[in-house]
């Protein structure tokens, strides 16, 4: 069995160095569903006793460096045990931070997400500000303003311009913006802009209160977070809908009143996998506090991991996700102050 594991991998290895291909791991290619478990040896201890706050969003570059969104929301005293981090972390792939910045009067605190484009520059959105940003990767330069600073919409959606992005990503085949804008309930639209911040269009998704994340996939569609409504509204490029996706949820224990309530939201953010066809959605599931694994094409769940609480592999208010070239997944929490790290296992 061992030896036929290594001819395997090394199979593996010849194929992905011949043709830049990815070998996923063997759940992967023959359709299965991949388990996921705590991976505790990442990240490392942040150094010279670095303490952070609410960690809001993620994004993986084409290395599989992670940078890390830290809104810096201290409580009283947290700083006599070491000092602040900034705003913005990078961890290469073995969990080393490798870099670090972040200017407090150009990023504010409202940090939400982050994406980065075909040419490796870091998009970041600041929803408490109102505004978009594009910096250099190492961020020594802000390429690209989006928005003003304070300066917001109308909750209709109808002056153009100005943002509460929640969630961004970048075409790699044109360049445009697609922004979901929409924390907070100000506003509730998906904007696209050029890649120079140019106002293309929008749409306002039926039945939302807020646009709290979105994700573009390679065949073109637009998957749009309803979060108060536990589904998924999924539009072509143009804003055409084309179908919802339920995420179904209860409470594993139900109230006295009978009354179920909402937690924080059933679709609070989503990735989606990295291999070709992208198979796979991620999806936060802050109301039962965990990730559901679904299919993409059906919409079916088909796993789940994490759970509430503060122990490896459990979670605090999980608010973002990022998904690497090997379908690790990383989740962040924002009251939980962490960010961990899932890895795919054999079934």
């Known amino acids: 069995m061992k030896k036929n594991f290594f001819i395997r991998a090394g199979t593996c290895a010849a194929f992905a160095i011949a043709t830049g291909i990815l070998c996923l791991p063997s ?37 599989d460096h992670v940078i890390v969104l830290n809104r810096q929301d201290l409580l009283e005293g947290d700083l006599n045990a070491g000092h602040l981090a900034p705003p913005v972390m990078e961890f290469d792939p073995v969990g080393n931070l490798v870099n ?47 928005g003003e ?52 269009r929008q749409w306002l998704p039926e039945g939302m209160t807020g646009v709290h994340c979105l994700a573009v996939s390679n065949d073109g569609l637009i998957y749009v977070c309803n979060r108060g409504g536990a589904r998924i509204q999924v539009y072509d490029k143009e804003g055409t809908f084309i179908k919802n996706i339920p995420v179904a949820w209860k409470p594993y224990t139900t109230p006295l009143d009978g009354k179920i309530k909402e937690s924080g939201g059933a679709v609070v953010s989503l990735e989606l996998s990295r291999d070709p066809k992208q198979k796979f959605m991620y999806v936060i599931n802050q109301n039962n506090v965990e990730i559901e694994v679904m299919d993409r094409e059906s919409g079916k769940i088909l ?8 122990f490896p592999g459990q979670l605090d208010s999980p608010h973002g996700l990022a998904v690497d070239s090997k379908n690790n997944v990383y989740v962040l929490e924002t009251r939980g102050k962490r960010i961990q790290r899932f890895k795919s296992v054999s079934q």
């Open 303 to 310: 796993s789940s991991f994490g759970s509430a609480g503060h």
């Open 27 to 63: 759940v992967w290619a023959q359709g299965g569903v991949p388990k996921y478990e705590v991976d505790t040896s990442w990240p490392k201890p942040l150094p010279d006793r670095m303490v952070v706050g609410g960690l809001a969003g993620a994004c993986v570059d084409a290395r």
């Open 149 to 200: 600073n304070g300066h917001f919409d109308s909750p209709d959606g109808t002056i153009k311009g100005k943002f509460m992005p929640a969630s961004i990503f970048v075409d790699p085949k044109g360049g445009d913006v697609y922004i979901a804008d929409g924390e907070g309930s100000i506003n509730r639209r998906v904007v696209v802009t050029d890649q120079n911040g140019k106002f293309l």
């Open 100 to 146: 670090s910045w972040g200017d407090g009067k150009l990023l504010n605190p409202g940090l939400h997400s982050c994406t980065f484009d075909k040419d490796n520059n870091v998009w970041i959105g600041s929803t408490t500000v109102g505004m978009l940003q594009k910096y250099s990767h190492d961020g020594s330069k802000v390429l690209l303003q989006i």
